[in-house]
C-alpha cells in the first residue's frame, strides 16, 4: 500500500469514547470547543459508509456501582490535582456507565446496524474486548483512529495497536485532549513514530486515492 493511500476494505475507522458523557453532557463551552472534532468525525463516518469501511465504537462499559474501578496509587486525580488523601483515591463513574444515555454513542455518530460496537472496562480499547477479533476476521491491517482524550484512551489504544503490528492513522484535527499541549506533543513527538499523522481532509483524500486505486486494478 503506497504512503499516500488507505485501502478501504483493509481499513477500519475507529471512533473511540464519543459519548454523550464527554460532549452533550458537558457545558455549552466544552461543547463548542468539541464541536469541531465532532463534525470531522462525522465526516470521516460518513466517507467510511460510502466506500465499505468498517466502523468501530470502542465506549466504556463500566457498573454504575463503580465496584470495576481501580484502586492502584496514582500522584494526580482526574482534575490533575494531588489527591486531597492519596489513601482515599475513589472517584465515581458518574454517568459514563452500562445503560445510561451518558454511556451512548453522540447522536451525530450513531453506530449502524453493521457496525461494532466495542464495550471497554479500560482505557485500552483492545484490553479483553473483541476489537481485534473482529478486525482479524475483517482481514483489517489499517486503524484510522479518532476520538478522545488523546493522553487517555487514545494513547493505551495506539501502543496496543502498534504492538498489534496495525498500521495507524491518527487523524489530527478528529482528536482532542483537554489538556492545553498534550495533544499537539502526542501527535508531532509520540505518535509520528508508531504511523502517520494526517488532518481529517487528508485522510479522507488517501481513501478515495486507494479506494480508485484498488478500482483499477
Not at 95 to 123: C, F, M, Q, S
Not at 152 to 174: E, M, Q
Request: proline content about 7%; hydrophobic content about 40%.
Amino acid at each position: 500500500m503506497p504512503f499516500d493511500t488507505i485501502e478501504p476494505p483493509k481499513t477500519g475507522l475507529v471512533l473511540f469514547d464519543m459519548l454523550n458523557s464527554g460532549f452533550r453532557e458537558r457545558s455549552e463551552e466544552v461543547q463548542r470547543s468539541k464541536q469541531p472534532m465532532v463534525d470531522n468525525c462525522v465526516r470521516l463516518m460518513n466517507v467510511a459508509r460510502e466506500m465499505g469501511m468498517p466502523i468501530f465504537y470502542p465506549k466504556a462499559d463500566h457498573r454504575a456501582d463503580s465496584k470495576d474501578l481501580e484502586r492502584r496509587y496514582i500522584d494526580l486525580a482526574p482534575d490533575m490535582k494531588p489527591w486531597p488523601n492519596p489513601e482515599n483515591r475513589y472517584r465515581p463513574h458518574g454517568t459514563n456507565v452500562a445503560g445510561n444515555p451518558g454511556g451512548d454513542v453522540i447522536d451525530e455518530l450513531e453506530p449502524a446496524a453493521e457496525d461494532y460496537v466495542i464495550p471497554k472496562h479500560r482505557w485500552n480499547a483492545f484490553f479483553q474486548t473483541k476489537l481485534e477479533l473482529s478486525m482479524r476476521a475483517r482481514g483489517i491491517s489499517v486503524m484510522v483512529l479518532c476520538g478522545g482524550a488523546i493522553e487517555v484512551g487514545i494513547a493505551s489504544t495506539a501502543y496496543a495497536a502498534r504492538d498489534l503490528d496495525l498500521d495507524i492513522v491518527f487523524v489530527r484535527d478528529a482528536c482532542h485532549s483537554g489538556k492545553p499541549g498534550v495533544g499537539e506533543m502526542f501527535m508531532d513527538q509520540i505518535f509520528s513514530r508508531m504511523g502517520r499523522v494526517r488532518s481529517t481532509d487528508d485522510v479522507l483524500a488517501m481513501i478515495r486515492a486507494g479506494a480508485a486505486a484498488a478500482a483499477q486494478r
